[in-house]
């Protein structure tokens, strides 16, 4: 035990666990991927890809033509500025991290990074973020709940800046005649924003105390951490907020290319790129399927048909070319880096003393 350190905020006693060196395995690919729950989501995306492909007033083999006929300069450009969205989010973590007094390389965070956004392609409720934290523990021996914590942090961030920009691009698309399909998403993105400030606002001010001393001690120490990554890594603004709005511009951007690949360019402003792309974004945040797979598709095409003189069949050809993208070359790709980390993170931890600190 170690003893002479500030206790946490929760208990007037000390609370400090430390775990023996120990080698630490990384589960099997099939453990992680191959779940019911993964069957079931993919399931029930099955079943709401069907349903539309049955239902909706789309000309399909119109769509596929316009997808073999897109140009391939356009879609190639769309893939970079795909993949320099990851290379950004790697540095507002790193900085994230930074401020939680963690310092870590660009290079294995861009990593473990690109693989759990694979993992959330392949298994529902975001379960990806999850697994970058259990990856950071593993590779950067820094405790998993701490790095939980600044994930939590950069999600609300994102929240908060894609709604804005939301906002936005919802006044310059349609000033004051907003379409009530589209009411159910800023209903949405509202209530997501309320949660998360009033969860940073009790995480900050240290609320639910009386509450957490019903808890044993363990799980205490757990959500200190939680809450230290969390709160400690909130800060340098300057440099995190703008990296997050490049992040959303990014995804903009991707879409506007993938329009002029289709040569439909001169019929979507920057607004309406901005809006379908974030729009899309926010869909895939429901848990029920893996990616949003079914959903943002679906979704983007009602968007693409309201702010813009877009047919049916070019706006699916648009939201699927996009998610060849956003999805498909993420499966190939990401699962390139998943496999690199999982084989990384298998390897023995190093011999040492690892200690979960419960101080803020």
């Given amino acids: 035990m170690i003893s002479g350190r500030k206790p946490p905020w929760y208990r007037s006693s000390v609370v400090s666990i430390t775990a023996a060196p120990e080698e630490v395995s990384a589960p099997s690919l099939a453990s992680r991927l191959f779940t019911r729950r993964t069957v079931l989501s993919f399931g029930l995306t099955?079943?709401?890809?069907?349903?539309?492909?049955?239902?909706?007033?789309?000309?399909?083999?119109?769509?596929?033509?316009?997808?073999?006929?897109?140009?391939?300069?356009?879609?190639?450009?769309?893939?970079?500025?795909?993949?320099?969205?990851?290379?950004?989010?790697?540095?507002?973590?790193?900085?994230?991290?930074?401020?939680?007094?963690e310092h870590c390389r660009f290079v294995p965070l861009f990593e473990i990074l690109t693989a759990s956004f694979f993992v959330n392609c392949v298994v529902p409720a975001k379960m990806g973020d999850l697994y970058r934290a259990y990856l950071l523990r593993m590779r950067q021996q820094i405790s998993a709940m701490k790095a939980f914590g600044t994930i939590i942090t950069e999600r609300f961030l994102d929240l908060f800046v894609l709604m804005s920009l939301l906002v936005l691009a919802g006044g310059l698309t349609f000033r004051n005649r907003v379409p009530h399909q589209l009411v159910p998403f800023a209903i949405s993105g509202g209530v997501l924003c309320a949660i998360g400030a009033a969860a940073i606002a009790i995480m900050t001010l240290g609320r639910g105390q009386r509450i957490l001393r019903l808890f044993p001690d363990p799980v205490l120490q757990r959500y200190e951490n939680f809450r230290t990554g969390?709160?400690?890594?909130?800060?340098?603004?300057?440099?995190?907020?703008?990296?997050?709005?490049?992040?959303?511009?990014?995804?903009?951007?991707?879409?506007?290319?993938?329009?002029?690949?289709?040569?439909?360019?001169?019929?979507?402003?920057?607004?309406?790129?901005?809006?379908?792309?974030?729009?899309?974004?926010?869909?895939?945040?429901?848990?029920?399927?893996?990616?949003?797979?079914?959903?943002?598709?679906?979704?983007?095409?009602?968007?693409?048909?309201?702010?813009?003189?877009?047919?049916?069949?070019?706006?699916?050809?648009?939201?699927?070319?996009?998610?060849?993208?956003?999805?498909?070359?993420?499966?190939?790709?990401?699962?390139?880096?998943?496999?690199?980390?999982?084989?990384?993170?298998?390897?023995?931890?190093?011999?040492?003393?690892?200690?979960?600190?419960?101080?803020?």
């Fill in 46 to 101: 099955a079943l709401i890809v069907g349903v539309a492909v049955w239902r909706a007033n789309i000309d399909w083999s119109t769509a596929w033509r316009d997808i073999r006929h897109a140009d391939i300069r356009w879609y190639l450009a769309a893939v970079v500025a795909y993949y320099s969205a990851f290379v950004v989010r790697a540095l507002r973590w790193q900085l994230l991290l930074r401020n939680a007094n």
């Fill in 230 to 360: 969390a709160v400690q890594s909130m800060g340098r603004w300057t440099e995190v907020v703008p990296l997050s709005v490049l992040v959303w511009v990014l995804e903009g951007t991707r879409l506007a290319f993938i329009v002029f690949a289709l040569g439909d360019g001169d019929l979507l402003s920057p607004p309406n790129f901005l809006l379908v792309a974030l729009i899309a974004a926010l869909l895939t945040t429901v848990p029920f399927t893996p990616g949003g797979l079914g959903l943002v598709e679906g979704g983007m095409i009602l968007v693409l048909k309201q702010v813009a003189d877009v047919g049916s069949s070019q706006a699916a050809a648009i939201a699927l070319l996009d998610r060849s993208v956003s999805y498909g070359s993420l499966i190939v790709i990401g699962c390139v880096f998943f496999a690199l980390t999982h084989v990384k993170a298998a390897r023995p931890a190093r011999t040492g003393t690892l200690i979960d600190s419960a101080e803020t």
